[in-house]
């Protein structure tokens, strides 16, 4: 078995995790092209190539917490409201008419 050999103690945190940037990217295009509008997307289409750990588990309930917490790609300043319902997740770009009657 190789191992491997450091000249300092790794970081705790583990590294950020770009499988899907490139998705969620799009995912945050189609949503600035129709404000307003629920754009509804399913597991493989957020995370090509990648399979559910089991059937208990619900990641895209996390890909919503991670956009309704502005978190990268979702940080550039717009306000975006997320829902899971079922396997889908429904995103949308609230656009500046609702967010000045709030």
């Known amino acids: 078995m190789p191992f491997t050999t450091h000249e300092t103690l790794p970081p705790q945190k583990m590294p950020r995790r770009t499988k899907g940037l490139r998705e969620l990217t799009a995912y945050r295009d189609a949503m600035h092209k129709n ?3 629920w754009i509804g997307a399913d597991f493989h289409d957020l995370r090509p190539g990648q399979r559910i ?3 208990r ?3 895209m309930s996390s890909i919503a917490v991670l956009i309704r917490k502005h978190k990268h790609p979702f940080d550039d300043g717009h ?3 997320a829902y899971c319902r079922g396997v889908r997740l429904y995103a949308r770009l609230v656009p500046d008419e609702e967010k000045e009657q709030q």
């Open 57 to 59: 588990s619900n990641p």
């Open 53 to 55: 750990a089991s059937h």
């Open 79 to 81: 306000t975006y409201e």
């Open 35 to 37: 404000p307003g509008l």
